[in-house]
């Protein structure tokens, strides 16, 4: 069966103006060690943890290298490194805003409290059918929805921390997207973010000859092609066609397109308007862009992952854009009916929920490797600047590997021009 696809128009989005130097995010990874495996993950386990003098060190390099708002601490899983707490509290100190990427099985309500009281400003738990987790015996994607109420609940209590959830999406489980978008449009209050990574296999290997420094590898054994992944290649307009299932409204706003394909949206982000008690329709272009300058102009860096306070502020966004923002006019229109035909629901919360749809590497038919153009997740590695998706490559081979396509027939393909649509 043909998967649907979702036409998208990059050229009507904002095209966020992060760079590899002036970002939104970084990303710190502490250790290799981890408490779960996950199907096809690149990283192999090792019980390796970072002191804090390597990390101080680290930060530093960010600190000279990189601006950036927010800095999501990863792994492995980074809450088994035993001073996770003190890591936090450093990153807090140097002026960003620390985000724990983590599978969550190793957070409790003690530990929570130990890292909101360091600065921690947010988490992102990824959840998702890739893990065989001890805490939900799920074989599907809508299974697991108990147990994103229960992280999401468990930071309400406490306050004041964002809650997003990260999902690896395959060919086989592009369908279930639409039962994490509606579990989340039922808590636009406690769940803020959601994301929506497409798995990096099967094109990732391809038809494609692969050289480290001139020297032919074989790559198989550094990146995984399991069964899992499906028989398909996933772009970001196959998910937007499977959220528009169950949400007509949902329009992408923002993006970042690829170093190779600038036809790519990479990280394609809509932000929704919407209360507990429904939807009124997204932003758009403007208002991403007035608050990325805005952030940019008060702050001195672009702006990423917010506070539940500022989720809160659905209203006061519709009216400070209502003029510029031709879909902010459309929800406010939406949101007004609403309150003449409901008046009590004057007093209901308008929460701003964001999607994101993250496409992996790209292969082009020549063996080009096209990365995200202003790339978040950035990590440090000896001392300089690299991709953290690629960061095997480096550690295998000492660099990142460069690829030749071929034909069918084995033949070399020559890179031909870059063709814009």
């Known amino acids: 069966m043909m998967t649907a696809v979702a036409e998208l128009t990059p050229r009507e989005y904002y095209r966020l103006p992060?760079?590899?130097?002036?970002?939104?995010?970084?990303?710190?990874?502490?250790?290799?060690?981890?408490?779960?495996?996950?199907?096809?993950?690149?990283?192999?386990?090792?019980?390796?943890?970072?002191?804090?003098?390597?990390?101080?060190?680290?930060?530093?390099?960010?600190?000279?290298?990189?601006?950036?708002?927010?800095?999501?601490i990863a792994g492995g899983d980074p809450?088994?490194?035993?001073?996770?707490?003190?890591?936090?509290?450093?990153?807090?100190?140097?002026?960003?805003k620390p985000i724990v990427n983590t599978n969550g099985l190793a957070l409790g309500k003690k530990l929570l409290r130990k890292l909101k009281n360091a600065g921690v400003y947010g988490f992102t738990f990824h959840i998702d059918t890739t893990q065989?987790?001890?805490?939900?015996?799920?074989?599907?994607?809508?299974?697991?929805?108990?147990?994103?109420?229960?992280?999401?609940?468990?930071?309400?209590?406490?306050?004041?921390?964002?809650?997003s959830f990260n999902q690896t999406v395959s060919a086989d489980t592009l369908d279930q997207i639409k039962d994490t978008v509606t579990f989340a449009q039922l808590h636009p209050d406690i769940v803020h973010t959601v994301v929506f990574i497409l798995f990096r296999t099967p094109d990732?290997?391809?038809?494609?000859?692969?050289?480290?420094?001139?020297?032919?590898?074989?790559?198989?054994?550094?990146?995984?092609?399991p069964d899992w992944g499906g028989d398909a290649v996933l772009k970001a307009k196959h998910v937007v066609a499977k959220i528009r299932e169950v949400d007509q409204d949902y329009e992408p706003s923002a993006y970042l397109s690829g170093t190779e394909d600038l036809n790519a949206t990479k990280w394609l982000l809509a932000s929704r308007l919407a209360s507990k008690r429904g939807a009124f329709g997204y932003v758009g272009a403007k208002f991403m862009e007035g608050v990325q300058l805005g952030h940019h102009f008060f702050k001195g860096t672009w702006l990423s992952y917010s506070a539940p306070r500022q989720n809160r502020m659905g209203r006061l966004s519709m009216f400070l854009f209502f003029l510029i923002d031709e879909r902010i006019r459309s929800s406010a229109k939406h949101y007004l009916i609403s309150l003449f035909k409901r008046p009590w629901t004057i007093f209901d919360r308008v929460h701003l929920q964001t999607y994101t749809v993250i496409q992996p590497i790209d292969m082009m038919p020549d063996g080009r490797i096209s990365m995200c153009d202003g790339c978040p997740d950035m990590t440090v590695h000896e001392g300089e600047l690299r991709w953290s998706c690629r960061l095997e490559e480096i550690k295998e081979y000492g660099c990142f590997l460069q690829a030749s396509g071929r034909t069918a027939g084995g033949e070399r393909v020559v890179p031909g021009p870059v063709e814009i649509h």
């Open 204 to 225: 990732l290997m391809g038809n494609f000859d692969f050289y480290a420094q001139g020297r032919p590898v074989v790559f198989g054994s550094t990146y995984e092609n």
């Open 132 to 163: 065989v987790r001890a805490d939900s015996a799920a074989t599907a994607e809508k299974e697991h929805n108990p147990l994103r109420l229960k992280f999401a609940e468990m930071l309400a209590e406490v306050g004041g921390i964002s809650c």
């Open 18 to 72: 992060w760079s590899l130097t002036d970002n939104a995010i970084s990303w710190l990874e502490i250790t290799d060690d981890c408490n779960l495996e996950c199907v096809g993950c690149y990283r192999p386990h090792k019980k390796n943890h970072k002191t804090l003098a390597q990390i101080a060190d680290e930060l530093a390099v960010f600190k000279r290298c990189r601006k950036s708002d927010c800095m999501s």
């Open 79 to 96: 809450l088994v490194h035993p001073d996770i707490v003190e890591i936090v509290a450093m990153i807090k100190a140097g002026g960003w």
